[in-house]
């Protein structure tokens, strides 16, 4: 069955607890939290802190997707706070090869993002290292943007890819995904649905019901 993954980028701060513990509830698999840099991306959002805090409150999957430039020296952090699965942008730094092994030296699931600028072929020799790929449907740095159809043949060539190597990654998108193009995702071959606004915008009460459709 296919995992949801509610990204908090778009929850109320001072309400995150309450917010984290009602998602868990409801259904969702994943704790999706982006990290955002200044620099890699334009806008800043948390460090290893709110992993160290989220922990306290939520057994779930802790799903973090450093979107960061450089990346290799903050990994120890984002480790010892917490972390269930690290995924990073391969470009962002010099040896993702290093990067992946000292993730997977810890004992946690590695992964990779795809920028909508990135190619397949530009990464696809870390395929086989990795236990989840992110394809970015949107600009990574903001929630709420509109789903990027065009990148929806990376999905399909990341199953392909996937299925005549016997890899054992994950494909999680991640951007403008709601009940609309969730469909789509996994029809492609998506395993996990990282999701923001789309679910965090309804009303709470109806959490259960909209995760259950987004599946
Ligand atoms: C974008 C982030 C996404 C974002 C998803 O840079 O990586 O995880 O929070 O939010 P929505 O679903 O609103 O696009
Ligand atoms: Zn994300």
């Not at 990027?148 to 990376?154: E, F, L, R, T």
């Not at 890819?161 to 609309?180: F, L, M, Q, S, T």
């Amino acid at each position: 069955m296919i995992k949801i993954s509610p990204s908090i980028l778009s929850a109320d701060i001072l309400k995150l607890e309450e917010e984290v513990k009602l998602l868990d509830k409801n259904g969702a698999d994943y704790i999706h939290i982006d990290i955002m840099d200044g620099h890699y991306v334009p806008n800043i959002t948390f460090g290893p802190n709110i992993i160290k805090s989220l922990r306290q409150v939520t057994s779930k999957i802790l799903d973090v997707h450093l979107m960061i430039k450089p990346v290799e020296k903050y990994i120890n952090e984002f480790v010892e706070a917490g972390s269930d699965i690290i995924t990073f942008h391969p470009e962002a730094d010099d040896n993702p090869e290093e990067i992946i092994k000292m993730i997977s030296d810890a004992e946690i699931k590695a992964g990779i993002a795809i920028h909508p600028k990135v190619n397949i072929t530009d990464i696809d020799h870390l395929f086989s290292k990795v236990q989840q790929i992110i394809v970015m449907t949107v600009k990574p740095g903001f929630g709420g943007q509109k789903f990027m159809n065009d990148q929806v043949q990376k999905i399909k060539d990341l199953d392909e890819i996937r299925k005549n190597n016997n890899y054992k990654y994950d494909i999680a998108v991640d951007g403008g995904v709601n009940n609309e193009n969730a469909k789509i995702c996994k029809d492609n071959g998506a395993d996990v649905l990282a999701v923001g606004s789309y679910l965090l915008s309804q009303n709470q009460n109806n959490y259960s019901e909209i995760i259950k459709s987004l599946r």
